[in-house]
């Protein structure tokens, strides 16, 4: 089988796109090594895909905004873009982005709507088009992918899209999230990053979504009631509107206590999970939540917000709160600190809960989509 697949967000360094991107092409080269498989990329510069083996690289030479109008304007002119692309049985859309095409089969991954949900932390032309766009996307694909239970909820009641269309299939953690026994490497990654004795992690983008200032109110509520509170690591890049939520750190006095890391080297973030004595996800609003599930992995206690597909991801092998509770988080972080036998039971269901999330699993399913949808009959394009 002849498969293409969007790797644009993987060669662009997109979060938790890039990630579903680059880590199911490697499971299903592993898996399938006998399919022919082509990473179609928009760059004007061109990237090697070195990472991936065996895999035939293909540039759409130009940036993201161009490309994307490129797409937009074939939908309405009603032409097919198979000229312009690979010679493909299947192409997969990983990027919420599906050119149209007339000779092959089309998979689309839909990861989440947090553009209807939060439209505020969006910029308004990208809004714009996803409103206009996804729907179009969805209709064109001959199958759909949902990243979790919650996603396809939310897909059949906002876009109108039939149930039977979508198959849930969870995104999968990689190997190098484990519990990493090496001292030695550990206190490493401690002197590289200036990490206290201990801390309370947060990782993930420094956005609004993410919800940190929740998380700094509940942080300097817990400092109210004692001094021995352990410092709080902030562990990710500046996203979207981030300026509010670095002054909020200034406005409560935390600047002593709060660690910025900015940017980790990929290979030490396990490290740096592995260190911290809980790790704290107060997101409003998740597709899937890939960094909760990467931190019970590691075996490092999750306390999460309840919102979205969180629970699906976290199950009872972490504390859920309402994400807008501060003194939900605040007793929830105390608790932990304060109880080892309490941080020992959540590492080991977090170990169990995280075990049962593998890429092998995402690829095998994907690949039985793929099957599904090569079996579907050519057309031309949608009304």
């Known amino acids: 089988m002849r498969i293409t697949l969007d790797l644009s967000p993987f060669v662009h360094h997109h979060a938790g796109l890039g990630r579903y991107a680059g ?10 090594p006998q399919n022919e498989y082509t990473g179609l990329y928009h760059a004007t510069r ?35 873009m198979d000229r312009w692309l690979p010679t493909t049985e299947i192409f997969h859309a990983t990027d919420h982005l ?33 409103d206009l766009m996804l729907p179009k996307f969805m209709r ?9 239970e919650n996603t396809k909820r939310d897909v059949v009641k906002w876009m109108n899209v039939p149930a039977e269309k979508i198959s849930v299939i969870y995104e999968g953690v990689s190997p190098a999230f484990r519990p990493i026994q090496d001292r030695d490497e550990l206190e490493r990654v401690r002197a590289a990053y200036h990490l206290p004795p201990r801390y309370i992690l947060f990782f993930s983008t420094i956005e609004p979504r993410k919800n940190l200032i929740t998380l700094l109110d509940a942080y300097a509520a817990l400092r109210k009631r004692g001094s021995d509170v352990p410092p709080l690591v902030v562990m990710g890049r ?12 200034g406005a409560l006095d935390l600047t002593e ?34 960094t909760p599930l990467e931190a019970m992995a590691c075996g490092t206690p999750v306390i999460s917000s309840n919102a979205s597909s969180l629970p699906e991801v976290i199950g009872d092998a972490g504390i859920l709160v309402a994400p807008r509770d501060v003194g939900g988080f605040a007793e929830a972080i105390a608790r932990v600190l304060e109880n080892d036998a309490l941080r020992q039971e959540f590492r080991a269901r977090g170990l169990k809960q995280a075990a049962r999330f593998t890429w092998e699993r ?18 031309g394009m949608e009304k």
């Not at 880590?23 to 399938?32: K, R």
């Not at 900015?262 to 790790?279: K, R, S, T």
């Not at 995402?362 to 050519?378: D, G, H, I, K, S």
């Open 257 to 290: 206590r709060v660690v910025l890391t900015n940017w980790v080297e990929g290979a030490d973030v396990p490290a740096v999970i592995n260190l911290a004595d809980v790790f704290v996800f107060p997101s409003l609003y998740e597709g899937f939540g890939l």
């Open 98 to 130: 599906l050119p149209p095409l007339k000779n092959s089969r089309s998979v689309f991954t839909i990861h989440d709507l947090i553009f209807r949900f939060f439209p505020e932390y969006h910029l308004p032309l990208n809004r714009w088009f996803l």
């Open 238 to 249: 500046k996203g979207w509107l981030y300026e509010k939520t670095l002054q909020h750190i």
């Open 140 to 148: 064109r694909a001959d199958a759909i992918i949902a990243v979790s």
């Open 362 to 379: 995402a690829a095998q399913e994907t690949l039985r989509v793929y099957e599904q949808a090569r079996r579907r009959n050519p057309r």
């Open 23 to 32: 880590e199911l092409t490697h499971a299903l080269q592993n898996l399938a």
């Open 46 to 80: 061109a990237h090697s895909l070195t990472a991936f083996p065996n895999l035939e690289p293909f540039r759409v030479p130009l940036d993201a905004k161009p490309w994307r109008m490129s797409v937009l304007l074939a939908y309405h002119a009603r032409v097919n």
